[in-house]
């Protein structure tokens, strides 16, 4: 479900996104149900089984890699820069010793790594806007998982508002990020497919 939002171009800032989501908590959204504001649009998508096992599985090869107290978070609001971009990325690691901002959040600054699995109602939102959002905020790796082709798009090195490497892997097939978190290569051989 997407809602557009009227007089956007007035809204640009983290006061308005609080606003907005102040808004979406005070409204009986269905259970199981992720929201997100990209692009000044807010977007409702269902959570299906598949889509947490997959995110589980990220989860688990974080905390493998990192430990269990490793910043990791999942569905969690970061604010990104742009013009209403609050994101709750599926999995987000951010750097160690990363430390909330004055409202309790998570800054986008922090975040080394982004995975998104792909719904598809909000497929194009994870290939296109937020692609280059992440791109632009220096977000060193953003994995998509997508269950319905049994296939991961790695991309790494961004470089304005697009990644300059962008690998296309199978599922069984080891996502290997030794150049951003060396002996870390996260297996995607146990990744379920819709």
């Known amino acids: 479900m997407t809602i557009e939002l009227t007089d956007r171009t007035e ?3 983290s006061a308005e996104l609080d606003d907005l989501f102040e808004r979406l908590g005070r409204m009986r959204l269905p259970e199981g149900y992720k929201v997100e504001i990209v692009e000044g649009y807010v977007f409702m998508a269902p959570q299906p089984d598949v889509h947490w096992q997959t995110i589980r599985r990220i989860v688990r090869a974080l905390e493998d890699r ?3 107290d ?3 978070t999942s569905d969690v609001r970061i604010d ?3 013009e209403l971009n609050g994101f709750a990325p ?3 690691k951010f750097a160690d010793g990363a430390e909330k901002n004055e409202l309790g959040r998570r800054r986008y600054q922090d ?3 982004v995975a998104e699995v792909i719904f598809k109602g909000t497929a194009e939102n994870d290939y296109g806007p937020k692609k280059g959002v992440y791109a632009a905020a220096g ?3 953003y994995v998509i998982a997508d269950p319905y082709l049994g296939r991961c798009r790695v991309f790494t090195h961004p470089q304005g508002d697009d990644y300059r490497s962008d690998l296309s892997l199978t599922y069984g097939e080891p996502i290997r990020l030794n150049d951003t978190f060396p002996d870390f290569s996260l297996s995607t051989a146990e990744f379920p497919r819709d």
Do not use: R, S, T, Y
């Open 90 to 92: 599926d999995v987000a």
């Open 111 to 113: 975040v080394e790594f």
């Open 80 to 82: 990104f820069p742009g």
């Open 70 to 72: 490793a910043p990791v």
């Open 66 to 68: 990192f430990g269990m």
């Open 11 to 13: 809204m640009a800032g």
């Open 139 to 141: 977000i060193p790796v």
